[in-house]
């Protein structure tokens, strides 16, 4: 697939965010791949997925574009910190990295340019995971081929709120010509389709499809409202 049919691919199309936090029962790479064939199943364009044994049990099974991250650590620049974290991911078979794009400081001190031309010069598309207006838009300049608003709600200074941020999306899209995609709490059909009216090119959902213990947890603590 070139750039641009991948981009045209995954517009006014559902990716489903198949992952497990450490200590989860569902967090092992078969299980997380069968979530990957129920996405597809179900209709998702794509599916995003953590680490690269992961997206390299998933190329392997599942005929749809891998979106990879590598989650390393859970503060500060944790979504694919490194360059050596985005070749991993493209070595495994990710059709597109996804990684931190914010201001923050990187482990190994490297740059979010740095990373685009790495995964770039490897043969993959970035998506630039942001908190921001700003870092929309500079993720943007650097050369990312989508921008997320995934980190909207995680970085201080970020509006923190239980819905998604769909302010954010209508901002960063009348703004980029990069395709835009609506990724966070994202929790129905509904605001899925919100989404895409406020003008993402793609809608990720994750938690909402493939997290049932976090699912059991809300309903668990509805019942003790
Ligand atoms: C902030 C962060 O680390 N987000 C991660 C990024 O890959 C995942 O934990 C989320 O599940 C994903 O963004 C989808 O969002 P939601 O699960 O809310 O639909």
Redesign the pocket.
Known sequence: MTDRSLADALTGRLIV?C?A?PGDAMRDVDTLVRMTRAARDGGAAAV?V?EPAVVAATVAAVDLPVIG?W?DG?TGV??TPTVRHALALVDAGAAVV?ADATARPRPDGSTFAELVTAVHEAGALVMA?VSSYDEGREAARLGADFV?T??S??VPGSPQQSG?DLALVAELAAALTTPVVA?????TPAQAAEALAAGAASV????????PT?LTRLFVTGLRE
Do not use: F, H, W
């Open positions: 965010s992952q936090p995003r953590n991250l989650k859970d944790y979504i996804a995971d997320s995934t980190l709600g995680y998604p990724e966070g709490r994202i929790a990720v959902v994750g938690t909402a499809i493939t997290a976090a």
